[in-house]
């Protein structure tokens, strides 16, 4: 108990909450840029672009000062452009692809799944077993996920199983990122790694990007770039530091858990922002969502 309520304890919390309440406002971000016409890759691209003013500022001025200056090892050097090709890039890339196919609160729905992954590859790599109790967490999340789905199993946009399959997939790379930077930085400076992580990340999209779109698509009118401005700092900066701070302090099982808060927003701004219809049986599923990921220790 005075674990749970001790200074380290709330400051992990409080960035956990943070960072997964501006990861759900970019599903509705990403949803409103979609009507302005950008196409997947594009808006993945930019997003990037303007995180990347964020994180180079961030490496540059911690650089100057002489902090994280430290010799990286071969075993680092790999796993960072495993985590940023393997795990960022193609997780970022799948969640966009889907949103493009299916509605926010959805997609959001489906991605919130992670944490269960998280307990699974965790279980693998420690070769532990997983509690009675967590196994029916499991249960509940995935029950939930299916009503959540029923819906639209009679739906006219026959994209819509595609839709699902990449935010799955999304979720289950997250979910090995995660894992990732818990299990091998998180006794290191964490904002280093993972400024490191983006970047290696953000070679692959850009990469991605100019082997297969015009150079002249990451023109845009104003009100897009203003969109896309907010996503990049309110919606990826701020988040991907506050959750490695988070993960640091409190553990990757125990902020996956936290992070129930972002359906519930998402759920909230779909229907009031994009006007997204949602049906009790939906609502009910993603109570039960919820509250699976809730009790999963």
């Given at each position: 108990?005075?674990?749970?309520?001790?200074?380290?304890?709330?400051?992990?919390?409080?960035?956990?909450?943070?960072?997964?309440?501006?990861?759900?406002?970019?599903?509705?971000?990403?949803?409103?840029?979609?009507?302005?016409?950008?196409?997947?890759?594009?808006?993945?691209?930019?997003?990037?672009?303007?995180?990347?003013?964020?994180?180079?500022?961030?490496?540059?001025?911690?650089?100057?000062?002489?902090?994280?200056?430290?010799k990286l090892t071969l075993k680092?050097?790999?796993?960072?452009?495993?985590?940023?090709?393997?795990?960022?890039?193609?997780?970022?890339?799948?969640?966009?692809?889907?949103?493009?196919?299916?509605?926010?609160?959805?997609?959001?729905?489906?991605?919130?799944?992670?944490?269960?992954?998280?307990?699974?590859?965790?279980?693998?790599?420690?070769?532990?077993?997983?509690?009675?109790?967590?196994?029916?967490?499991?249960?509940?999340?995935?029950?939930?996920?299916?009503?959540?789905?029923?819906?639209?199993?009679?739906?006219?946009?026959?994209?819509?199983?595609?839709?699902?399959?990449?935010?799955?997939?999304?979720?289950?790379?997250?979910?090995?990122?995660?894992?990732?930077?818990?299990?091998?930085?998180?006794?290191?400076?964490?904002?280093?790694?993972?400024?490191?992580?983006?970047?290696?990340?953000?070679?692959?999209?850009?990469?991605?990007?100019?082997?297969?779109?015009?150079?002249?698509?990451?023109?845009?009118?104003?009100?897009?770039?203003?969109?896309?401005?907010?996503?990049?700092?309110?919606?990826?900066?701020?988040?991907?530091?506050?959750?490695?701070?988070?993960?640091?302090?409190?553990?990757?099982?125990?902020?996956?858990?936290?992070?129930?808060?972002?359906?519930?927003?998402?759920?909230?701004?779909?229907?009031?922002?994009?006007?997204?219809?949602?049906?009790?049986?939906?609502?009910?599923?993603?109570?039960?969502?919820?509250?699976?990921?809730?009790?999963?220790k």
């Open positions: 108990m005075t674990d749970l309520f001790s200074s380290k304890m709330k400051l992990g919390i409080f960035l956990v909450l943070l960072a997964t309440t501006g990861f759900a406002g970019k599903t509705i971000l990403t949803k409103l840029a979609y009507r302005e016409g950008l196409d997947p890759l594009t808006l993945l691209t930019l997003r990037m672009i303007m995180a990347g003013f964020f994180f180079l500022a961030t490496l540059t001025f911690n650089l100057a000062r002489g902090h994280w200056v430290f680092q050097m790999a796993l960072i452009v495993i985590l940023g090709i393997g795990g960022y890039y193609i997780s970022s890339y799948l969640d966009f692809l889907g949103l493009y196919y299916i509605d926010a609160n959805l997609g959001r729905m489906i991605l919130f799944l992670y944490p269960t992954m998280v307990v699974a590859i965790n279980a693998i790599i420690t070769k532990t077993k997983i509690h009675n109790a967590t196994k029916i967490s499991l249960i509940v999340c995935y029950l939930g996920l299916f009503l959540m789905m029923i819906p639209n199993l009679g739906s006219p946009q026959k994209n819509f199983f595609i839709g699902f399959v990449y935010i799955f997939l999304s979720a289950l790379t997250y979910a090995f990122y995660l894992v990732g930077v818990d299990r091998y930085f998180r006794d290191h400076a964490i904002n280093f790694f993972v400024s490191l992580i983006f970047g290696a990340a953000s070679l692959a999209i850009f990469t991605h990007f100019f082997l297969t779109r015009p150079l002249v698509t990451l023109f845009q009118p104003f009100n897009v770039y203003v969109l896309i401005f907010v996503m990049a700092s309110v919606s990826t900066v701020i988040p991907i530091y506050a959750l490695s701070y988070g993960l640091a302090l409190i553990g990757a099982s125990r902020a996956a858990t936290l992070s129930m808060v972002g359906p519930a927003f998402t759920l909230f701004m779909g229907f009031y922002i994009l006007d997204e219809k949602i049906v009790p049986i939906q609502i009910l599923g993603a109570v039960l969502m919820i509250f699976g990921v809730s009790r999963i």
